[in-house]
């Protein structure tokens, strides 16, 4: 009988929608996750009334509901929950911002498969703009689609963040994927690349092959991927320019990038660093500064070696093609889905589990042994 009392806090109490509907929309979910098994006699009229403090006209609306549905059968004076349920298969979400398409909706196969092994069904669920948790009560939301978890990702947002705290204070199970947002703030698990070990792959990787005097081009002065640059060139005991490294002020997808002028700051970035012969750079950023090479008189690879934080596929028939990092959709996937498992099965952990997903070093013609000689170190 306990569960009826919890159904009664539970119930979102929402103007647009008639007290029996809400109620009746409850009954239906625990009769579909099996919380309420197939033949099973619901307590008498009186005292779900009483427990669901609605009066008995609006309780027979909400029987009837069920009725129609086929979820309940009537049987002289008692109601049962009808023996030919099919159980429905529990449901979980994935949220991200539609911006992101490319890569979540790989991400999302993947997840696919780890939830449909454990018993669950993945509904993809994109949102159109940054404002979304602004303008859409989250809970709300979870609950309506009847979420057994979910899979968010967050934008770097004040609403963004009292969503999600709100989620563990209701306890819905969630994870996060993608940015290290609100960092010690929210207690849910979060799956992301390991940005600033990926910065030191490539490092390593063109300083093995001769490159001394390494650019950076990254989205946003003082990040991670600066902060590994630095400490890279550290630990080599070497103090490289200044002007080597430059922070474009641009984070968002490659899809917004035709507004912003990657050749200008591509060729002015070569101008003012002639002695560099190898380039770090985001996408899409490293192709502006492929095709602007050759204008400055640097033919790629062979005066200039460039290589990327991210690739996609469809570059493939760039030429030179180019050298990247790459983030394993399948292990993005596959990890998010295992976390939240763990805490639809066990909670929420005492404190914030980030888990770093590494990048894969993938060589491709854009990068060769630097061809001049730097300061009395040979580069060929």
């Known amino acids: 009988m306990e569960i009826y009392r919890r159904l009664t806090a539970q119930i979102v109490k929402e103007k647009s929608q008639p007290m029996y509907y809400q109620i009746a929309r409850e009954l239906e979910r625990l009769i579909e996750n099996g919380t309420l098994q197939p033949g099973e006699r619901l307590p008498g009229d009186t005292y779900l009334s009483r427990v669901l403090k609605i009066n008995y006209r609006t309780l027979e609306k909400v029987l009837e509901h069920l009725q129609e549905k086929g979820l309940v059968t009537k049987k002289g004076r008692h109601t049962f929950i009808s023996e030919n349920i099919k159980k429905a298969i529990p449901n979980i979400g994935f949220f991200y911002l539609t911006e992101a398409e490319y890569y979540m909706a790989k991400r999302g196969e993947f997840m696919h498969g780890k939830f449909s092994q454990a018993g669950y069904d993945l509904k993809i669920i994109p949102y159109q703009n940054r404002n979304y ?20 990702v967050p934008t770097n947002t004040l609403a963004c963040k009292k969503s999600l705290l709100a989620l563990e204070k209701e306890k819905i199970p969630y994870v996060r994927l993608g940015r290290s947002f609100f960092s010690g703030e929210l207690k849910a698990p979060l799956v992301r690349g390991n940005d600033k070990k990926s910065v030191m792959v490539l490092l390593d990787y063109l300083w093995k092959i001769g490159h001394r005097k390494i650019g950076l081009i990254t989205g946003e002065h003082g990040d991670e991927n600066e902060q590994a640059y630095k400490d890279f060139y550290r630990d080599k005991k070497i103090s490289p320019e200044e002007r080597w490294c430059l922070g474009i002020g641009f984070t968002g997808p490659i899809e917004q990038w035709n507004s912003i002028t990657g050749e200008f700051i591509a060729k002015g970035y070569l101008e003012k660093n002639p002695d560099v012969t190898a380039i770090i750079a985001t996408l899409p950023i490293a192709w502006d500064f492929m095709k602007v090479a050759f204008l400055c008189g640097r033919n790629v690879p062979e005066h200039l070696s460039v290589v990327a934080l991210s690739y996609r596929p469809e570059w493939i028939t760039i030429k030179p093609a180019l050298t990247a990092v790459e983030l394993s959709d399948k292990k993005m996937g596959e990890t998010a889905a295992q976390l939240l498992l763990e ?22 013609e854009s990068v060769a042994p630097p061809a001049i000689k730097m300061d009395g170190v040979s580069g060929s």
């Open 133 to 152: 948790f602004e303008e859409v009560n989250l809970i709300e939301e979870i609950r309506k689609r009847d979420l057994a978890g979910a899979v968010i």
């Open 343 to 364: 805490v639809i099965e066990t909670g929420f952990p005492d404190k914030e589990k980030i888990i770093f997903v590494d990048y894969d070093l993938v060589e491709r």
